[in-house]
């Protein structure tokens, strides 16, 4: 592996040109967008996007999304470019929204998990643009982490997770939005949001004049079985870290404190690192032996710093991880996906 720090401004060409020259040839190139880190490759190439799954021990049935440099290189992925496509690509993107549309034959099947429809998006981050542009041609990448565990938001996180796995690393510093895209499908009479993000469902209603369809985390089919599904990121399980997650709000705050406290009279060696991840409870509130960290209270900064949070109390041996859960306000919502996959 190796690791190229740019400039996440304005990246150097000479190292660009490294990064978008490994993925011609077939290899893995992990690069920040403004969401998470992404892992990259060819996406024209089926062996070159074998290599990801490969690499992330990433199940056949997931789709992977595929990031272009302009509207112009979207539409020649999609069979059909609806209304609604034009209407959202040039009020979002560059953004953190993906456009689920029919797919043009020429997209390999690996990338769509067999079904007929491709997310397709363009990332808001300079270096990951520089990379397409440099690359001549469309990206899939999905987050560059093993499957499951949570996604990275810095280099130092995707060399923890996939080491050599990777071919080339694109150092840009730390994701600015911290969570993955929106996902919204086109394909049907009525668009439908099937992966919440920060850009909401109210936001794209009102671009496109009309209601949108959510459908919410106990709706979506479970992938147990090994079906395709219509959009990553809806495993029941995902962006988990390997602590033990218990989720509550202020009014769960006795019931809590009885389970942690019989949790710690069981630990006899004092060996269980606890930490908790606090919104609005005050510190004094929940007794025992812990970490106490306290989280943004707006939806933006709480999204920004989730992922970072959870590597670093995986990094620091943390064994049971207590997180407040914010506001169940729709601005919220993505959050709370997140929050409910990573504690199963």
């Known amino acids: 592996m190796r690791v190229l720090s740019v400039d996440p401004e304005h990246p150097d060409p000479a190292q660009i040109e490294k990064a978008a020259d490994a993925i011609r ?122 499957f499951s565990e949570v996604s990275p938001t810095t ?38 949001v099937l992966r919440p993000g920060m850009v909401s469902r109210d936001r794209i209603e009102l671009l496109l004049g009309r209601e949108v369809d959510y459908r919410r985390s106990d709706d979506l089919e479970s992938a147990a079985d090994g079906r395709a599904q219509a959009s990553p990121g809806t495993a029941a399980r995902h962006y988990a870290p390997r602590a033990e997650v218990w989720l509550f709000e202020s009014v769960d705050i006795e019931s809590l404190q009885a389970a942690l406290s ?9 060996s269980l690192r606890v930490r908790a991840l606090l919104i609005h409870t005050r510190d004094g509130a929940i007794a025992g032996r812990m970490e106490r960290r306290r989280m943004p209270a707006t939806p933006e900064l709480y999204a920004r710093e989730l992922y ?26 993505a959050v709370h996906d997140r929050l409910t996959r990573a504690s199963r």
């Open 25 to 146: 040839t077939g290899g893995l190139v992990a690069f920040p967008t403004e969401t998470v880190y992404g892992l990259g490759a060819d996406a024209m190439n089926g062996d070159a996007v074998a290599r990801i799954f490969a690499a992330k021990g990433r199940p056949a049935w997931n789709p992977v999304i595929v990031h272009v440099a302009n509207i112009a290189d979207a539409r020649l992925l999609a069979a059909q470019w609806p209304d609604d496509a034009s209407v959202l690509s040039q009020s979002l993107w560059p953004g953190p929204v993906t456009l689920v549309l029919q797919k043009a034959p020429q997209v390999p099947d690996i990338v769509s998990a067999g079904l007929p429809n491709v997310g397709i998006r363009i990332p808001a981050h300079p270096v990951a643009l520089a990379l397409l542009e440099a690359a001549g041609r469309p990206i899939a990448a999905p987050s560059a982490n093993r």
């Open 308 to 333: 970072r949070e959870l590597h670093d109390a995986d990094d620091a041996g943390v064994v049971l991880l207590l997180i407040e859960l914010p506001p169940r306000h729709d601005v919220w919502i």
């Open 262 to 270: 019989s949790r710690l009279d069981d630990d006899t060696n004092n």
């Open 155 to 192: 280099a130092a996180h995707v060399i923890r997770s996939l080491g050599d796995r990777v071919d080339t690393v694109l150092d840009g510093g730390p994701s600015g939005v911290g969570i993955e895209s929106t996902v919204i499908d086109l394909t049907g009479d009525v668009p439908c």
